[in-house]
């Protein structure tokens, strides 16, 4: 059985910084990417950075670049987001999740088969 249970969120204040994590419980963690998307209300689920198994490739969504940053520990089945610089458009829900498609589409939802319930992060101004 697959778990992810992700944990951290909060309310912050602009400026502020957060330190989301995933703890997976998922067979041969260390063979999947992984990645964490995000919902606003009344939004879809977008991407916001993924992460290689090995942990020597990152991507990221262009509103998080250089604010935002993936890590990961295969030894402890656990997958980071460090947040930055938060600003009020940064308030979401947030989701880790486990990739499962055959190719590199890294931002596509549909290719991550597993999910966390998320956690939530709220940014006041």
């Known amino acids: 059985q697959v778990q992810l249970v992700e944990s951290g969120g909060g309310l912050v204040q602009a400026g502020d910084s957060l330190r989301l994590s995933c703890a997976a419980s998922?067979?041969?963690?260390?063979?999947?990417?992984m990645g964490w998307f995000r919902q606003a209300i009344g939004k879809e689920r977008e991407f916001v950075a993924v992460?290689?198994?090995?942990?020597?490739?990152?991507y990221y969504a262009d509103p998080v670049k250089g604010r935002f940053t993936i890590s990961r520990d295969n030894g402890k089945n656990m997958v980071y987001l460090q947040m930055n610089s938060l600003n009020p458009e940064d308030t979401a829900v947030y989701y880790c999740?486990?990739?499962?498609?055959?190719?590199?589409?890294?931002?596509?939802?549909?290719?991550?088969?597993?999910w966390g319930q998320g956690t939530q992060v709220t940014v006041a101004s």
């Open positions: 992460i290689s198994w090995s942990g020597d490739t990152t």
């Open positions: 999740a486990a990739y499962t498609g055959a190719g590199s589409h890294w931002n596509s939802v549909g290719d991550y088969g597993y």
């Open positions: 998922i067979r041969s963690f260390n063979s999947f990417a």
